[in-house]
């Protein structure tokens, strides 16, 4: 079975840090492209971060504009965990954030549409106050 575990949300202050885990069985790891979406109430769901095999320029990640610099995703092989650091957190990243991991390569295009990662995992909650 297929299993993407999600760790590390919580409550913090704006400008506090918080790191998000996602261990993974039950599928090749290693092979799999994995980014980290994330929906508020009300609003749709967003591609935070990436890494994605068909990108060639800055390690193979993406960020969105509205975290760059501010956000880090890596991967420990060893530990089949995708990670994602958040640092000076603002009110506005108050979200449910979700792993997911796609059974084939994708383009850079299809990362941002959720139909193309085939596991997810349960969700974790991130709440920033100002």
């Known amino acids: 079975e297929v299993q993407l575990v999600e760790s590390g949300g919580g409550s913090v202050q704006a400008g506090g840090s918080l790191r998000l885990s996602c261990t993974a069985s039950g599928f090749t790891f290693d092979d799999s492209d994995m980014g980290w979406y994330r929906q508020a109430p009300g609003n749709s769901c967003e591609l935070v971060s990436a890494?994605?095999?068909?990108?060639?320029?800055?390690?193979?990640?993406y960020y969105a504009d509205s975290v760059k610099g501010r956000f880090t995703i890596s991967v420990d092989n060893a530990k089949n965990t995708l990670y994602l650091q958040m640092n000076s957190l603002k009110p506005e990243d108050t979200a449910v954030y979700y792993c997911?991991?796609?059974?084939?390569?994708?383009?850079?295009?299809?990362?941002?549409?959720?139909?193309?990662?085939?596991?997810w995992g349960q969700g974790t909650q991130v709440t920033v106050s100002s």
């Open positions: 997911a991991a796609a059974s084939a390569p994708i383009g850079y295009y299809q990362a941002f549409s959720p139909r193309s990662f085939q596991y």
């Open positions: 890494k994605v095999s068909t990108i060639t320029s800055d390690g193979g990640t």
